[in-house]
């Protein structure tokens, strides 16, 4: 449940930020500086609030890369969404939220979750799941 509520605080305000951005700014920029700042947000709140866990920096910054991987694969959806199969908007946004959202929590869990310890983790608190 804390990562659903991280992730929509995150979708929430990066999309509203990354709306008015595209006012004043390109719109790959916008999604840009939106993007960082959501990554930056999710790295350091993920580890202690949705997983009770504290993590040491190797790990948030592994969980950094694992983000960009998912940005990546949600670009590649968004253009075999468009391109190949010429899908509709909302078909375009619930498709790549469908893989990505899963992706994040995956990510999130094997390297900073409770449950994903390795080097440089100890306990901080219950997860989720348990």
Do not use: D, K
Not at 7 to 24: D, E, K, M, Q, W
Not at 113 to 125: I, Q
């Amino acid at each position: 449940m804390r990562f659903v509520v991280v992730g929509g605080t995150n979708t929430l305000v990066t999309t509203i930020a990354f709306y008015g951005l595209a006012r004043v700014l390109q719109a790959r920029i916008a999604f840009t500086i939106v993007y960082v700042a959501g990554l930056a947000f999710v790295v350091l709140v993920t580890p202690g609030y949705v997983f009770g866990a504290r993590s040491a920096w190797p790990r948030r910054v592994l969980l950094a890369f694992w983000y960009v991987g998912t940005y990546l694969v949600g670009i590649g959806v968004i253009s075999l969404l468009t391109s190949v199969v010429s899908a509709s908007r909302i078909a375009v946004v619930l498709g790549t939220v469908a893989v990505t959202a899963p992706l994040g929590f995956v990510g999130a869990r094997l390297l900073v979750g409770r449950r994903g310890y390795g080097a440089g983790m100890s306990a901080g608190g219950s997860t989720p799941s348990g």
